[in-house]
């Protein structure tokens, strides 16, 4: 399931469990590349909630977050950053650090 992540829900939706956040924006190309891959992977991986910033919506947020560039993805586990990935990447990428947070 792909969410739409806001200053209101972020805090609670990456508390608990496994979450994937892409920091994207609609004028943005790469972000357009990546998004069928996110929707793939949302279909495959049942135990990981992903959600998505828009960052001209929430400029605030991604800049609490140090997002400097985008697509930027970021894994949470229980309201800790794991991992951080910036551009376009692969599924298997994806799925490889997906997989990491079951550890």
Same mark, same amino acid.
């Given at each position: /399931?792909? /969410?739409?992540?806001?200053? @209101?829900?972020? +805090?609670? =939706?990456?508390?608990?469990?496994? =979450? !994937?956040?892409?920091?994207? &924006?609609?004028?943005? #190309?790469?972000?357009?590349?990546? &998004?069928?891959? !996110? @929707?793939?992977?949302?279909? @495959?991986?049942?135990?990981?909630?992903?959600?998505? *910033?828009? *960052?001209? @919506?929430?400029? +605030? !947020?991604? #800049?609490?977050?140090? =997002? /400097?560039?985008?697509?930027?993805? /970021?894994?949470?586990?229980? #309201? +800790? !950053?794991?991992?951080?990935?910036? #551009? *376009? *990447?692969?599924?298997? =990428?994806?799925?490889?650090?997906? +997989?990491?947070?079951?550890?």
């Amino acid at each position: /399931m792909i /969410m739409t992540l806001t200053d @209101e829900n972020f +805090e609670q =939706v990456i508390a608990k469990g496994k =979450v !994937l956040v892409d920091f994207w &924006a609609s004028w943005c #190309g790469p972000c357009t590349i990546l &998004a069928p891959t !996110l @929707e793939e992977v949302a279909k @495959e991986v049942d135990d990981v909630v992903i959600g998505k *910033v828009d *960052v001209d @919506e929430y400029p +605030e !947020l991604a #800049g609490k977050h140090g =997002v /400097m560039s985008i697509p930027t993805l /970021m894994f949470y586990k229980n #309201g +800790e !950053l794991v991992e951080t990935s910036v #551009g *376009v *990447v692969p599924k298997g =990428v994806i799925l490889n650090k997906l +997989e990491r947070l079951s550890e």
